[in-house]
């Protein structure tokens, strides 16, 4: 539901101590480090045994460019080959690895910051095995599922429940229990028959002020069809999908009401696949909505981290890898050209060090990979490539950290349902924020920095904020307080209660996946040596988004080195949840409607 999840494509990630005093010299795998010359320095030669595990033979040299969870996961599965491999991580940012995950301290008073806040669902089977791998403990590092509301233009809306705490009720009706005269345990009872997201839109507390009426949430199943027809793992279906957009679908196709679409559809594109819904193709809305609510009973179930991702997640992770004592992280490391001759690619970074190697992991945005295109023959090499990936755009993100003594009580009233508010676009009347939505998080209530007492702290992520990112930093604070207030309908937010505050642009960073996207995404193996991992590289073969997405392609590039130069490190990836037994009934049904009539109003 909340669009944070998307935030780690591309920014700047965090880590001060693997970097800071390390010179770009002293981090690389010097078994893989050439000067221009073709000499290497005796420093780098003295690092070779921190570096690397000795062996009889050459080990496989790998770079990994991009230091987010694709990368570290493709790292981290080839750390593990029982055969010699050397893991050479590279990362863009100054300030270490996490990609968009990371974070930092402000300067004013060392108060904790990252890039948008991350959303941990209840279906990201292959990132909670990634993190328990670390070694960490998932009740340790985050919270319990909590419940989210919903804001619209016209006002609150729903406040979602959680539903996994209901998931072993019994799947039948038992007529002897039902109480008739409490109609909220009938609805719950009722339920668990139906498929998602009917089972959410029935437990919902929806807002009776809402100006959605029951006819409204009724013309919701014009959408059954088109869930049932697609498949998200079947490339044919995706490519159908994607030819036209998610507005088109919902409105025209599937034919729900303008205030479901207004009220609920709109808000929920603007925060999953952060666009429009005219700018959003409908192969990703379905998708999206299918992860997040679809895949199985309580998908829709997100818990969040209990500090920075940076700190809680990444940091363990650093030491993970350097102990393995086969994977070399380097930060302040942009990755200029990339070459390949004689068997080997040759990586330039910052147009000064060369790295040698066998095998290149782009663990990177869309639109990072665009740029690359130029300095990269090898990529410039493959049919179409280039010119598809230079049509592909990014999303840009605005994240705001505001820090207060304590929270105003009718904002702290307003949010007492949730600690998370999901809004949609067009709240508040401000021209910056007509196709702009956001999340709010009461971090007091999610983060342990801001359990100890002394400041609370109130983030605001705003998504498909290009307007925002123009605007100085005083001004984006200005707007936010405003929005916050409009959106939980509070009384004004005095600047001068803010004690602190960040604000991170992170400008065209998230993957957009437009009308059309899918046919430009590449495979994870794009030829033998050169592998691609991350949220935007091919959309069908695991239904899975976001850093479920990105954990996945990572360790699907693991294998495809491992088959391609015999490394013995194969990782399975977790399969997505089964259908649920409602959804797998209307796709054998939808199926022998296809294969019987070709519907005309479905793609």
Known sequence: MHSSLFFYAAFYSVYRGVVDNVSALQLINPISLVRRNGSSSSSNRRFLSRCSKSSEREPCRVVVVGGGWAGFTAADTLARASSNVSVTLLDASQRGPGGLAG???????????????????????????????????????????????????????????????????????????????????LLEQIAPLLPSPLDVALLADFNPDSELSIADRISGIGLLGAWSDFIQEDRDSWERYDKISAENLFRSIASISPNLYRDLVAPLLHVLPMTPGYDCSAAAALSCFHVFALQSRGAFDVRWCRGSISERIFNPWVEKLRESGNVCIQGSARVTSIEHYGGEYTVMINNKVSVTCDAVVLAVGATAAGRLIDSCPPLQKIPNLASKWKELRGVSCVAVRLFFAELPPSLASAMSDSPVVVCGPNIGGAPQLVETGFCIYDLSRLQDDFKGGGFVGLEVDFFRADAIAKMRDGDIIKLTLDAVQTALGVESIDMELVEDSAVIRALNAVSHFCVGSASKSPPVRITNGLYICGDWVDRSGHASWSTEKAVVTGLQVANAIDRDFGLDCRQAVIPAAADTPQLMGLRKAAKAWRNASPPRSFP
């Open 103 to 185: 974070g930092w301290r402000t300067p004013k008073t060392g108060r904790p910051v990252e890039a948008g806040i991350h959303g941990f669902w209840r279906e990201y089977r292959n990132t909670f095995a990634m993190i328990e791998n670390i070694g960490l403990d998932l009740d340790d590092v985050l919270t319990n599922f909590t419940p989210s509301i919903l804001v619209s233009e016209n006002g609150r809306v729903a406040l979602a429940p959680v539903l996994g705490n209901t998931m072993d009720k019994p799947n039948h009706l038992q007529a002897d229990n039902l109480d008739w005269s409490n109609p909220r345990s």
